[in-house]
Nanobody, 121 residues
Framework: QVQVVESGGGLVQAGGSLRLSCVAS????????MGWYREGPGKQRELVAY???????KYRDSVKGRFTISRNSAENTVHLQMNSLKPEDTSVYIC???????????????WGKGTLVTVSS
């Protein structure tokens, strides 16, 4: 069984910073892409950033220059450092990892439950 669990959300003032973490556990053979999505009032689920197995990264335009995604493949973790936070960043942030298990050679996307980030003005 594979589980993906986020942590690090909270309440922060505009201009502040938070660091989100996500760890996968279970019967993991390998992990390809790791990414962060967000959803909440006023927006559908959207990709925030992702990082590939060889550390290539991609960010949505609204967070470029403010957010940094990183990974530690040996620990099955991905992190999102969020700086210069804005009220419009308020969302539930959800981790997704593309994982191959011992049960199948195919990769499957696994989603966490999310961690709430609230940015006050």
């Amino acid at each position: 069984q594979v589980q993906v669990v986020e942590s690090g959300g909270g309440l922060v003032q505009a201009g502040g910073s938070l660091r989100l973490s996500c760890v996968a556990s279970g019967s993991i053979s390998s992990i390809s892409d790791m990414g962060w999505y967000r959803e909440g009032p006023g927006k559908q689920r959207e990709l925030v950033a992702y990082i590939t197995s060889d550390d290539g990264t991609k960010y949505r335009d609204s967070v470029k220059g403010r957010f940094t995604i990183s990974r530690n493949s040996a620990e099955n973790t991905v992190h999102l450092q969020m700086n210069s936070l804005k009220p419009e960043d308020t969302s539930v942030y959800i981790c997704c990892m593309t994982i191959a298990t011992g049960l199948s050679p195919s990769f499957t996307n696994y989603w966490g439950k999310g961690t709430l980030v609230t940015v006050s003005s």
